[in-house]
Every structure is written in C-alpha cells, then in structure tokens.
C-alpha cells in the first residue's frame, strides 16, 4: 500500500502545483485584458478584484501543493481550488482530493 500513498500523494502534488501556476497565468491574462476562456467559472466572480483574489489563492495553491499528502492542507487545497474557478482551479481542487486520498490510504 506504500506504493499506492505515495503516487497518489505525488499526482496530487503535481496538479496542484500546475493548477496553481494555471490560476496564476490566466488570472494575470485576464486582468490585461487577453480574452481567456475560463471553462468553470469562479465563485468569486464579481467580488472585490477578483483577478487579484486568484491570484493569491494560485501562490498559495503552489506553496500548499508540497503538503497535499496532510489532511488540513489538501482540504483548504480543495476549498482553494473550488473558489479560484477555471481550469487551474479544478486541477488543484482534484489535487486536493487525491491528497485527501493519499492521507487516507
């Protein structure tokens, strides 16, 4: 069962950490103004500044994501996830969830 942890631990790091800098890159592209085709869209949509609001939850995504494998930090990963929205944001939420996994396996 080591095995299993650790390569589920290691797919939730990975797309978390590419889901971050996804969240990062096009909230930057959408704040210039480039149309970015968002296929989820965010909670936050909106609200104060949402472009700065994912972005900050894109670093913090990418500081969490090498602590995926502990149980506090792959849920906020999962709450992170579902409210940065787009692409990025439903990589790390799945990110999350296989951290989730990987704790409890």
């Given at each position: 069962?080591?095995?299993?942890?650790?390569?589920?631990?290691?797919?939730?790091?990975?797309?978390?950490?590419?889901?971050?800098?996804?969240?990062?890159?096009?909230?930057?592209?959408?704040?210039?103004?480039?149309?970015?085709?968002?296929?989820?869209?965010?909670?936050?949509?909106?609200?104060?500044?949402?472009?700065?609001?994912?972005?900050?939850?894109?670093?913090?995504?990418?500081?969490?994501?090498?602590?995926?494998?502990?149980?506090?930090?792959?849920v906020?990963?999962i709450?992170?996830?579902?409210?940065?929205?787009?692409?990025?944001?439903?990589?790390?939420?799945?990110?999350?969830v296989?951290?989730?996994?990987?704790?409890?396996?």
């Open positions: 069962m080591k095995g299993g942890k650790g390569t589920l631990g290691r797919l939730g790091y990975i797309l978390a950490i590419v889901g971050g800098i996804l969240m990062v890159i096009l909230s930057i592209l959408g704040m210039l103004s480039y149309a970015v085709m968002m296929p989820f869209s965010s909670p936050l949509g909106g609200f104060f500044g949402s472009g700065i609001v994912t972005i900050i939850l894109g670093i913090i995504a990418i500081v969490l994501s090498k602590r995926v494998n502990e149980l506090l930090w792959a906020a990963l709450v992170i996830g579902f409210l940065g929205g787009g692409i990025g944001g439903l990589l790390v939420l799945i990110g999350g296989l951290g989730l996994l990987a704790h409890f396996i």
